[in-house]
C-alpha cells in the first residue's frame, strides 16, 4: 500500500528542478570543452613530435642579435636624416628604363628631362635636381660607406620584436636606396660612370642589409631596393664606356644579392611569427589584443575595424567566445594552420630545388582552392583579428575572407620573382658585354660565358630552363625569359594586353620578359 500511496507525492516543481537541470548542462558544457582541450592539446604535440625537423621557435630561424649594429642604425639615421628634402620630388619617382611615345625603350638619364614614374607632374628639369644631388653628396657618401659591409642581422632580439610590437624603422632603409638611386641616375646623366658605379654598389649594398632576417616585411623591402637597382643598372648597362674591371666589379655587387633560395626560410618565419602572435592571443584577454594593436592602427592613421573591436560581434568575442575558444580550441585552430602552412611550405621548398615560379604558382593556387574547412569551424578563428590585416591596416581596401582563411603570399612571390628575374637579366648582360670587350664579340650562347663571367648558365626563375638567348646575324642579341604566363614567345615583348596603357609603356608587361634595348640614334631617325 505504501508504494502505491507514493505515486500519489506532488510532483518537482519547475522551480526546483530548474537549478538542477542548469547544473547538469553546465557539467555537460564543462566536461565536453575539457574533452576539445585534452583531444586538441594532444594532436598539436603529437604533430610537433612528428614534425621534429621543423623549426617553430623564432630564436632559431632568426639569427642572434647584434646589439653593437645600433651604432650602424643610428648612423644610417644620422645620414637620411641630412638629405635635402629637395630630393623628395625625384627620389623613389626618377626612373631610368621608360618608353617614348612610340612604346620604344629610352634612358631616362638621356632625355632634356629627368622622367618620373607616376602620371602626373612626371617632367622636372635637372636644373632642379642636380642641385639636391651636390647638397645630398655629404649625406650619400656616408650612406655609401655604410652599405659597403651592411650588417646581415638587427639590433633588437626577435622574441622582443614580436610579443611588444617593436617593429624595425625601415624608412630609413627606403630612403636611403632611393636617394642612391636618383644619385646613379644623375652621374649616368653627366657622363660620370665612376660615381656612378660607386652609387650602384651602393645600392646593392641596401639590398644585402639584414639579409638573414626571415621577416616578410624585410625581405620584401629588400626585393623592392633589388628593382631600384635594376631600374639604374638598366640604364647604365646602355653605356658603351665601361671598362671590363668596372663592369667586374657591378657584377661583384649584384651577383652577390640572392633572394630567392630565401623565400622557404621566410615562410617559415611568418608561420613561427604567427604561431606566436596566436599562443599570445590564447593567452589574453581579447581587450588586451585590442589593445595591443590599438597603437600600430594610429601608426598608420586608421582605427581597428568595428567588425572586430565593436558592436555586439566584440561584446561577443570579449565576453563568451574568446575565453571559451582559448582554453578549449585554440590548439586545434592553431593544428589546422599548422597542417596548412606545412604544406605550403613543402610547395615552396620544392619550388626553390626546381628553380620554377610555374609551379610555384600553380601547386600555391591548387593549394587554397581545394582547403576545406574544418569540421564545426565555428569554434575557430582561423583568421587572427587584425593580425591578418595587416596589408589592409597599411591602406588597403578591405576584403572578404576567402575560402581559405590564411595569408596569401601568391603576390608577394610574384614581385620577388619578377624583380629577380630582371637581376638575372642583368648580370646576364654584364657578363655579355664584359665577354664582347675580351672577345671581341658577342658568344653564340650563354654557356659560352662559364666560367670566366658567371659560376653558372643563367637560369628563367619563371619554369628553371636556361635563359633564353638569341644571337642575330648583325651581332645584336636577344635575352629573354618566358614570362608571367610561363609560355615562350619566342622574345615577344609586345604588351600581354593590348588594351591596356599602363602596358603599353611598361618594359616589363610584355608576353616575354625580354631585355629592352635601345635602338640606336640613326635607326630612329630612318623611322
Request: proline share 6%; charged share 30%; net charge positive.
Amino acid at each position: 500500500m505504501g508504494f502505491f500511496k507514493g505515486s500519489d507525492r506532488n510532483p518537482v516543481s519547475r522551480r526546483r528542478r530548474a537549478p538542477k537541470l542548469i547544473v547538469f548542462l553546465s557539467l555537460m558544457i564543462l566536461s565536453a570543452l575539457f574533452i576539445e582541450h585534452w583531444r586538441g592539446e594532444r594532436a598539436l604535440q603529437k604533430w610537433k613530435k612528428e614534425m621534429t625537423r621543423e623549426i617553430l621557435d623564432p630564436k632559431k630561424l632568426w639569427p642572434e642579435a647584434v646589439p653593437s649594429d645600433r651604432a650602424f642604425s643610428i648612423q644610417l639615421a644620422a645620414a637620411v636624416e641630412r638629405l635635402p628634402k629637395s630630393l623628395n620630388r625625384f627620389a623613389g619617382r626618377l626612373t631610368g628604363l621608360s618608353r617614348d611615345e612610340f612604346g620604344r625603350p629610352i634612358r631616362g638619364s638621356q632625355q632634356s628631362h629627368t622622367l618620373l614614374s607616376d602620371d602626373q607632374d612626371n617632367v622636372r628639369s635637372w636644373q632642379e635636381l642636380e642641385p639636391a644631388i651636390k647638397v645630398a653628396e655629404p649625406a650619400l657618401e656616408a650612406i655609401r660607406k655604410l652599405m659597403k659591409n651592411p650588417p646581415r642581422a638587427m639590433e633588437v632580439e626577435i622574441t622582443k620584436r614580436l610579443d611588444f610590437d617593436v617593429f624595425p624603422n625601415l624608412s630609413g632603409v627606403r630612403r636611403s636606396a632611393q636617394a642612391l638611386h636618383a644619385a646613379a641616375i644623375t652621374s649616368l646623366h653627366r657622363g660620370e660612370l665612376e660615381a656612378a658605379l660607386e652609387n650602384l654598389e651602393a645600392l646593392q649594398g641596401c639590398v644585402r642589409l639584414y639579409a638573414d632576417d626571415p621577416s616578410l616585411i624585410t625581405y620584401m623591402l629588400r626585393v623592392a631596393i633589388l628593382g631600384l637597382g635594376n631600374d639604374a643598372c638598366w640604364d647604365a648597362l646602355q653605356e658603351d664606356r665601361w671598362t671590363e674591371p668596372q663592369l667586374a666589379r657591378l657584377q661583384k655587387a649584384c651577383a652577390s644579392n640572392r633572394l630567392f633560395p630565401q623565400m622557404p626560410s621566410v615562410l617559415a618565419g611568418e608561420r613561427s611569427a604567427r604561431v606566436r602572435a596566436m599562443d599570445w592571443f590564447g593567452s589574453n584577454s581579447y581587450q588586451a589584443w585590442i589593445n595591443r594593436y590599438r597603437d600600430l592602427h594610429k601608426s598608420f592613421g586608421s582605427k581597428s575595424p568595428e567588425l572586430d573591436t565593436a558592436n555586439w560581434n566584440g561584446m561577443f568575442r570579449k565576453y563568451l567566445f574568446h575565453p571559451t575558444w582559448s582554453y578549449a580550441w585554440r590548439a586545434q585552430d592553431e593544428l589546422d594552420y599548422l597542417h596548412y602552412s606545412q604544406q605550403e611550405l613543402v610547395i615552396v621548398r620544392e619550388a626553390i630545388a626546381r628553380e620554377s615560379w610555374s609551379y610555384l604558382k600553380e601547386r600555391e593556387t591548387a593549394l587554397r582552392l581545394n582547403y576545406r574547412r574544418p569540421s564545426a569551424d565555428w569554434r575557430f578563428y582561423r583568421s587572427l583579428p587584425l593580425h591578418d590585416i595587416m596589408g589592409e591596416i597599411a591602406g588597403a581596401r578591405r576584403i572578404d575572407r576567402p575560402q581559405c582563411p590564411y595569408p596569401d603570399f601568391s603576390r608577394a612571390w610574384f614581385v620577388t620573382v619578377k624583380n629577380l628575374m630582371q637581376h638575372e637579366l642583368v648580370n646576364t648582360v654584364i657578363a655579355l658585354k664584359r665577354y664582347r670587350l675580351r672577345e671581341g664579340k658577342m658568344p653564340k650562347d650563354l654557356d659560352s660565358l662559364v666560367p670566366a663571367y658567371l659560376e653558372r648558365p643563367p637560369r628563367d626563375l619563371v619554369d628553371g630552363r636556361p635563359l633564353r638567348y638569341r644571337l642575330n646575324a648583325d651581332g645584336s642579341f636577344v635575352l629573354y625569359s618566358i614570362g608571367e604566363d610561363a609560355q615562350d614567345n619566342g622574345g615577344d615583348s609586345r604588351p600581354s594586353d593590348s588594351s591596356s596603357t599602363r602596358q603599353q609603356f611598361d618594359s616589363w608587361s610584355g608576353r616575354d620578359w625580354v631585355w629592352p634595348q635601345v635602338m640606336p640614334a640613326s635607326a630612329r631617325q630612318g623611322i
